[in-house]
């Protein structure tokens, strides 16, 4: 018997149910067999951008006049949902589709909504954010990387790290500063085009979990682009626009957290169920059921909370507490379990065949990005 999780209002309409169903057959032919190359190449093959986007599974929450799918957040919670339970590590879609095409709607210009997002719809074009520097990580008012006016263009130079999408992307949403001297005031946020002379890709970089989703370097010499490209109708609106949209980023990784907790939950209830040890299946000892009923509980609890944010953020009342909140209580018990369960598989556990220890290594990451969990809790205490 697998793990009982109650359902949603937000997640039972036919329609995400078809959509759940199109995503999981599309990871399970596309995704799930090259994830061992795919992890030894740290990339993806480039055509599977293309493939869902023959399939309308890009740009889900955009509108259809931009070439979107037009439907809402939840239609974007279910493909992310069915992509961590299919154990996929590498396809980098939550960023293509549920950050960067909705920092594109919100702030650019009508014109460029029109010549971008319909790429990004097709896969024609892989979208990026370029938001962390060697340097500087969750203080983003510290970044050095620069943006200056040159009549009609910016000039852009500058250096960024852990860039998810950033081998195969073709656009590129950067934080840099076109005032230096203002802090969070003097940051915007520009587009570029990666065709575009002076930009150049470093290294896909070795990680610890998350293996074939390609994480780069990115530098910017010289980069010429249209002042058409900055995000918003003036300079320095970088931070506040980065603060409306991080709620949704968070909430995107508290999804994908929670979703791998009840994997990771399924997955070990069942191994301890067929494995045997001393005469008997591992279930069987005290031991086994008090911790796989801890993890049931976590999880019941966790998808209760997460449900109810996503029914706020569809609302449009989840606020910044909120989104921390999901983000720090998901992701410290997704850890939490995967840890206690990846030792219900003993030494089986520690080998990388097994899903279970890719999850362990893959769900770090989620303490980190998006904020830290200290982050988040600074972020709670201010209202408090």
Same mark, same amino acid.
């Given at each position: 018997?697998?793990? !009982?999780?109650?359902?949603?209002?937000?997640?039972?309409?036919?329609? $995400?149910?078809?959509?759940?169903?199109?995503?999981?057959?599309?990871?399970?032919?596309?995704?799930?067999?090259? !994830?061992?190359?795919?992890?030894?190449?740290?990339?993806?093959?480039?055509?599977?951008? /293309?493939?869902?986007?023959?399939?309308? $599974?890009?740009?889900?929450?955009?509108?259809?006049?931009?070439?979107?799918?037009?439907?809402?957040?939840?239609?974007?919670?279910?493909?992310?949902?069915? !992509?961590?339970?299919?154990?996929?590590?590498?396809?980098?879609?939550?960023?293509?589709?549920?950050?960067?095409? *909705?920092?594109?709607?919100?702030?650019?210009?009508?014109?460029?909504?029109?010549?971008?997002?319909?790429?990004?719809? =097709?896969?024609?074009?892989?979208? +990026?954010?370029?938001?962390?520097?060697?340097? @500087?990580?969750?203080?983003? !008012?510290?970044?050095?990387?620069?943006?200056?006016?040159?009549?009609? *263009?910016?000039?852009?130079?500058?250096?960024?790290?852990?860039? =998810?999408?950033?081998?195969?992307?073709?656009?590129?949403?950067?934080?840099?500063? /076109?005032?230096?001297?203002?802090?969070?005031?003097?940051?915007?946020?520009?587009?570029?085009?990666?065709?575009?002379?002076?930009?150049?890709?470093?290294? #896909?970089?070795?990680?610890?979990?998350?293996?074939?989703? %390609?994480?780069?370097?990115?530098?910017?010499?010289?980069?010429?682009?249209?002042?058409?490209?900055?995000?918003?109708?003036?300079?320095?609106?970088?931070?506040?626009?980065?603060?409306?949209?991080?709620?949704?980023?968070?909430?995107?990784?508290?999804?994908?957290?929670?979703?791998?907790?009840?994997?990771?939950?399924?997955?070990?209830?069942?191994?301890?169920?067929?494995? @045997?040890?001393?005469?008997?299946?591992?279930?069987?000892?005290?031991?086994?059921?008090?911790?796989?009923?801890?993890?049931?509980?976590?999880?019941?609890?966790?998808? +209760?909370? $997460?449900?109810?944010?996503?029914?706020?953020?569809?609302?449009?009342?989840?606020?910044?507490?909120?989104?921390?909140?999901?983000?720090?209580? =998901? =992701?410290?018990? #997704?850890?939490?379990?995967?840890? %206690?369960?990846?030792?219900?598989?003993?030494?089986?556990?520690?080998? @990388?065949?097994?899903?279970?220890?890719? +999850?362990?290594?893959?769900?770090?990451?989620?303490?980190? #990005?998006?904020? /830290?969990?200290?982050?988040?809790?600074?972020?709670?205490?201010?209202?408090?």
């Amino acid at each position: 018997m697998s793990l !009982q999780i109650p359902q949603s209002s937000w997640s039972t309409t036919p329609e $995400l149910e078809d959509l759940r169903e199109l995503s999981r057959s599309f990871m399970q032919k596309e995704l799930a067999p090259y !994830q061992d190359r795919w992890a030894a190449e740290k990339k993806i093959d480039r055509e599977i951008w /293309t493939k869902a986007g023959s399939l309308g $599974l890009l740009c889900l929450s955009i509108p259809e006049e931009y070439g979107g799918g037009g439907g809402t957040f939840a239609h974007e919670a279910a493909l992310y949902e069915e !992509q961590a339970r299919a154990g996929d590590a590498a396809w980098g879609i939550t960023v293509h589709n549920g950050i960067v095409a *909705h920092y594109l709607l919100a702030y650019a210009s009508e014109e460029k909504k029109r010549e971008w997002l319909p790429k990004l719809a =097709t896969g024609e074009f892989v979208g +990026a954010i370029a938001m962390t520097e060697p340097g @500087t990580g969750s203080d983003l !008012q510290s970044i050095r990387t620069r943006a200056v006016r040159e009549g009609d *263009h910016y000039v852009i130079n500058g250096a960024k790290t852990f860039i =998810t999408n950033g081998f195969h992307a073709d656009l590129v949403v950067v934080a840099c500063k /076109t005032n230096p001297d203002e802090g969070a005031q003097g940051l915007s946020l520009i587009v570029v085009e990666t065709d575009t002379p002076g930009f150049r890709r470093g290294r #896909v970089l070795d990680k610890v979990g998350l293996k074939g989703q %390609d994480t780069a370097e990115l530098f910017f010499d010289d980069v010429r682009v249209p002042a058409a490209n900055l995000l918003g109708e003036e300079e320095g609106q970088g931070f506040v626009q980065l603060m409306r949209q991080l709620p949704q980023e968070r909430l995107i990784i508290a999804i994908t957290a929670v979703a791998g907790l009840e994997a990771a939950v399924n997955l070990t209830i069942d191994y301890t169920k067929e494995r @045997t040890a001393f005469g008997r299946p591992i279930f069987g000892f005290q031991n086994t059921k008090f911790k796989l009923a801890e993890a049931a509980t976590e999880a019941v609890v966790s998808r +209760a909370f $997460l449900d109810q944010c996503i029914e706020r953020h569809l609302r449009g009342e989840l606020d910044v507490q909120g989104a921390a909140m999901a983000k720090l209580w =998901t =992701t410290e018990r #997704v850890n939490k379990v995967v840890d %206690d369960c990846l030792q219900l598989f003993g030494g089986y556990g520690y080998m @990388t065949e097994y899903p279970i220890a890719q +999850a362990w290594a893959d769900v770090r990451i989620s303490r980190i #990005v998006g904020g /830290t969990s200290e982050i988040m809790k600074d972020i709670i205490s201010r209202t408090l």
